[in-house]
């Protein structure tokens, strides 16, 4: 009866203002939806018809609406088909990426004229409609991004005239329908990222002569591809991957001559290559990779029931044919972590512009074809663990396209190009484990990007050029297990951005070189084995990151620097070398027990050392004597004042802790005992506390400050209070951040030095980060002290360290709760990634997400799918590290009052189409940084996108971050006020370990 009344009070409007009759549809349909932006305020009853509203557009006479428009307008509300389907003329409805919500009604039938419909980038949920297919003029149909749940209906396969179909990222659980291949209409298919059951793909959809996309990656599609996916001449698309596909690659595969692009990476298939691919002369993408089981799977393997299937690797046999080269198109080839062999075709990239190629791990041997950079667009070339031999061809070192060259783990020999070492835009240069000979030629200094530099295991011979020290961007040389000798060159010490010097087992003599203070950001210093002698430079212990260091085997001579047991190395190394005088009294640890062999002169309390206790030191020890009895008197009196009333707290704190009952696991070589930590557990060192426990600050009987995290009450507390959930939650965390923390070792990520346990209590000791955590001071009073260049060293620091967790760790690890308190902050401002109470170790190596029974996170943080399906993976990770970009540019919290019922991602996109950039940015961050700060905001956008495929990976983040740090030495920062375009490539790595 209402839903009457506001008809006909609409009526009444419309003939008053003389809106006509799809005028006053539109209008209800304004008022059934939530529009916080005003997106529809040009949507009013004052015009004749709604011709001139802001998405709609009319036939050429304006009498009628045809198409609707609304994409990015951040609606809310249900689809009112009811309302929409009065239009009997409208042919294309568009609401892509808004929030319509609740389910897709039957009634959507009613839209006869329908032609386009895209809802992609909602919140639908419920089934599809199996009546869509009585649109029988739809050609049209995207519902990517939604929560569609159940079966795709049979009945779709009734659709008469449509072309494309877009179901990926929803929750699609039953089966891919064989009735799909009955509309022949289709050009294009995608159904990739559903949760099918594990079906094999249904061979109707061979039937499909008109396809020319079909994308079915990550659909728990098992068994062989059918022979008849053959018939689809059209095809130029075609991805299988992040499935569990088995069996031989159909041959008749090399009848779809229109395809350009071919995945199949991570499946199970095996056997050869199919012959003919000289047939596919369209081909400009191949991508088999991530196919390396042990064994060949046969098809028998494919018949066996779909339980006893567990199959994530594939095998592939045999050489590559000559054949692909001879695709003049060919534009990325990707074969790594299979076992392939013999040689590759000797006119690879000539006939094409060869952009990358990635054949790692595989079984190739002879030369590196000279022709790759024939056309001179490579960019990348992997070819690690393989056994290629011979010379690097001199072409590649004329290729200055290329970015990111790996050869290492081969046989390669000779001199490398003198073109090679120059390469103006690599950063990447990996020859490790090979016989090259010669020297690293002087034209190094011309590599402007050059990053990594890894030469390890060669016999590369003769002095380190000093244009070494021309890279401002170096962050790796490792050089150990050659033959280089003379000086390190004085030029070295200009490299403030490197992280790693390893040059171990060589020849090298001289001194070290003046200037290593600038080496900030120095994690590890390697130069065992060698002939390098002088005195140890104190500036070595200002390297505050510095935790490995190894001088051992040398020719150093005078004493330990006093600054060295400022610092916080897990390796300490300076045995065999001519060092003498006393051993600084915080180095003398157990940990560094074995750390000064072979130092006849050098004396201090650890075993194996001179006695320093003698005469000289007598008069100075009874003086010493006599004050600390004097002082220990006066402290003493005072002392039994104070413990008097300290004494009844600290009773009650005590009562529970009983030593001889704790267990101490390290992880690390420890300079303490557990009494050290029991002792100081009291309310005055109390720094912090949460759900979870409290964290107190340990200052040691060393100096050296550790934080404690007590368990919450214990475990047995709480299970004795019937707080089960608690109980299990809280041991769940500690296991958790054990398994995690005690294997990892990583600079940014948070050091666990041990854990202490009892039946009723739970210690975790952590290294102490005294400047907190990174939410706490971005969003208080001190915000203001984060200025960029501090902010930015916080986010790449933070970044890399994510990027162990989703790339370095086998198998890889999912935080699950990434947010600013979660990040630390040392005395340098260096930031460690710490709680791993919640984290999850991906055991599907990225093929199936895997879904959890609760939602871990934090408000404001939590990306989208995760919050509707529980499924994790490293996209939610790298979305809500998106969340701590847009905080640390921004100064905003995550989740604020002044944002209504947005997030801060919704808040920043809004405010940035509508008031520009300026008023995003953080006011107190110096203009000067605005070009960088705009380019880090914009990699904060790309990270949390809706869809999480959009999302680049978290080692490319590291790498875009860091481009950003290297563009902004040499370009000037814009103040125009306009926020620059900055547009990155992922890389489409998928997930290569090369």
């Known amino acids: 009866m209402l839903s009457i009344l506001l008809i006909l009070l609409l009526l009444r409007s419309a003939t008053v203002f003389g809106l006509n009759q799809e005028g006053l549809y539109l209008y209800q349909f304004k008022l059934s939806l939530d529009d916080p932006d005003s997106s529809l305020s040009s949507w009013n009853n004052r015009d004749p018809t709604p011709c001139s509203w802001t998405g709609v557009t009319c036939d050429p006479t304006h009498t009628t609406v045809t198409e609707l428009d609304l994409s990015n307008a951040n609606l809310a509300g249900p689809f009112s088909t009811s309302i929409l389907c009065h239009l009997t003329n409208l042919t294309s409805i568009i609401l892509y990426n808004n929030a319509i919500n609740n389910t897709l009604s039957l009634e959507i039938s009613q839209c006869t004229s329908l032609v386009h419909l895209d809802l992609s980038q909602n919140l639908l949920t419920g089934t599809l409609p199996h009546t869509l297919s009585h649109l029988s003029n739809l050609q049209y149909l995207d ?8 079966p795709i209906p049979d009945s779709f396969g009734r659709f008469q005239n449509l072309k494309v179909l877009s179901l990926v990222y929803n929750l699609l659980d039953q089966t891919i329908p064989a009735s799909l291949g009955n509309i022949t209409t289709l050009k294009m298919l995608n159904l990739s990222y559903n949760p099918f059951l594990p079906r094999p793909i249904p061979p109707e959809l061979g039937n499909l002569t008109n396809l020319e996309i079909l994308w079915l990656s990550s659909c728990n599609l098992v068994g062989v591809i059918p022979h008849s996916l053959g018939n689809l001449r059209k095809l130029r698309d075609l991805d299988l991957a992040l499935n569990n596909l088995c069996g031989a690659i159909p041959s008749s595969l090399t009848q779809m001559t229109s395809l350009k692009q071919i995945e199949l990476y991570n499946n199970s298939l095996s056997g050869e290559l199919p012959r003919g691919m000289s047939n596919l002369t369209s081909l400009r993408l191949v991508d088999m990779s991530m196919n390396h089981l042990s064994g060949a799977i046969h098809d028998e393997l494919c018949r066996l029931p779909l339980e006893s299937l567990n199959l994530y690797e594939n095998l592939f046999e045999g050489e590559l044919p000559a054949s692909i080269a001879d695709s003049p198109n060919l534009y990325e080839l990707r074969l790594f972590g299979n076992r392939l062999a013999g040689k590759l075709p000797e006119n690879l990239g000539k006939n094409a512009p060869l952009r990358w190629l990635d054949v790692s791990n595989n079984l190739f041997w002879g030369r590196i074809p000279a022709t790759l950079c024939d056309r ?25 396209s290329l970015t990111r060259v790996r050869l290492g783990f081969n046989r390669l020999s000779g001199e490398v190009p003198a073109g090679m070492w120059r390469l103006p835009h690599v950063y990447l240069l990996e020859l490790v484990d090979n016989s090259f000979s010669g020297s690293i030629a002087s034209t190094i200094g011309g590599a402007g990007n050059l990053s990594l530099l890894i030469v390890s295991k060669n016999n590369f011979s003769g002095a380190i050029p000093d244009e070494i020290g021309w890279l401002k961007n170096l962050q790796e040389f490792s050089g150990g297990d050659n033959k280089f000798n003379g000086s390190l060159p004085e030029s070295i010490g200009n490299l403030g951005q490197l992280g790693t010097l390893d040059l171990h087992n060589n020849k090298l003599t001289g001194e070290l070189p003046k200037g290593i203070q600038s080496w900030k950001k120095l994690n590890e210093l390697n130069l065992a084995n060698n002939n390098i002698g002088g005195k140890i430079p104190n500036e070595i212990g200002s390297l505050s990151v510095l935790n490995f260091l190894d001088l051992s085997n040398n020719q150093f001579s005078g004493k330990i620097p006093l600054g060295l047991q400022n610092l916080k190395l897990n390796q300490l190394n300076l045995s ?29 309390d650890v075993k194996g050392l001179c006695d320093v206790k003698g005469e000289k030191k007598s008069a100075g020890f009874v003086w010493l004597l006599r004050t600390i009895l004097v002082v220990a008197t006066l402290v003493f009196a005072i002392g039994v004042v104070w413990f008097y009333f300290k004494y009844r707290n600290l009773k009650s704190a005590r009562r529970s802790i009983d030593k001889s009952k704790w267990t101490l696991m390290s992880f690390h070589k420890l300079g303490f005992g557990e009494d050290e930590i029991l002792n100081c557990l009291d309310e005055d060192n109390v720094v912090g506390s949460g759900s979870s426990g409290k964290v107190y600050k340990v200052v040691l009987s060393s100096g ?4 404690v995290k007590k368990i919450w009450g214990g475990i047995k507390k709480e299970i004795e209070s019937g707080d089960i959930e608690k109980a299990r939650f809280q041991d769940n965390a500690f296991d958790a951040e054990v398994e995690t923390l005690g294997k990892i070792r990583h600079k940014n990520i948070v050091k666990l030095w041990c854990c202490c346990t009892t039946r009723d209590c739970k210690l975790l000791v952590y290294e102490y980060m005294p400047n907190g955590s990174l939410g706490d001071l971005l969003h208080s ?15 790449v620091d933070a970044a890399e360290g994510l990027s162990y967790l989703h790339h370095d760790c086998v198998p890889s690890i999912v935080h699950r709760d990434v947010k600013s308190n979660n990040i630390l902050l040392d005395g340098d401002f260096g930031a460690r990634v710490a709680d791993f109470g919640v984290a999850k170790v991906v055991e599907s190596t990225g093929k199936v997400t895997k879904s959890m029974s609760v939602i871990a996170g934090s408000c404001g943080y939590i990306a989208p799918e995760y919050a509707y399906t529980l499924r994790v993976n490293e996209k939610s990770d790298i979305y809500s590290f998106g969340v701590v970009i847009l905080e640390l540019v921004t100064g905003k919290r995550p989740i604020d009052p ?5 997030d801060l991602v919704m808040w920043t996109c809004t405010t940035l189409d509508q008031k520009g950039v300026d008023h995003v940015l953080d006011s107190r961050l110096d203009s000067c940084f605005k070009e960088e700060i705009c380019k880090v905001l914009n990699i904060g956008l790309m990270c949390t996108s809706p869809l999480p495929i959009n999302r680049p990976a978290m080692r490319r983040v590291v790498k875009m971050l860091q481009e950003v740090g290297t563009e902004n030495q040499t370009k000037p920062a814009k103040k125009d006020g306009k926020l620059s375009p900055y547009y990155y490539d992922d890389g489409s790595d998928h997930g290569s370990v090369a």
């Open 781 to 795: 009073s001190k915000g203001g002290l984060l200025d960029w260049p501090t902010r930015y060293k916080i986010v």
């Open 576 to 604: 065999y070398n001519r060092l003498s005088g006393d051993l600084p009294p915080l180095l003398a640890k157990d940990m560094y027990m074995a750390s000064f062999l072979g130092n006849p002169g050098l004396c201090g």
């Open 704 to 707: 050296e400050a550790v934080a």
């Open 376 to 400: 001179g667009a490579l960019e990348e070339i992997l070819m690690i663990y393989n056994s290629f031999s011979g010379e690097i061809p001199a072409s590649l070192g004329a290729c200055r």
């Open 898 to 902: 002044e944002f209504g019922d947005k």
């Open 143 to 150: 519902l990517t991004g939604n929560n569609f749940s159940g």
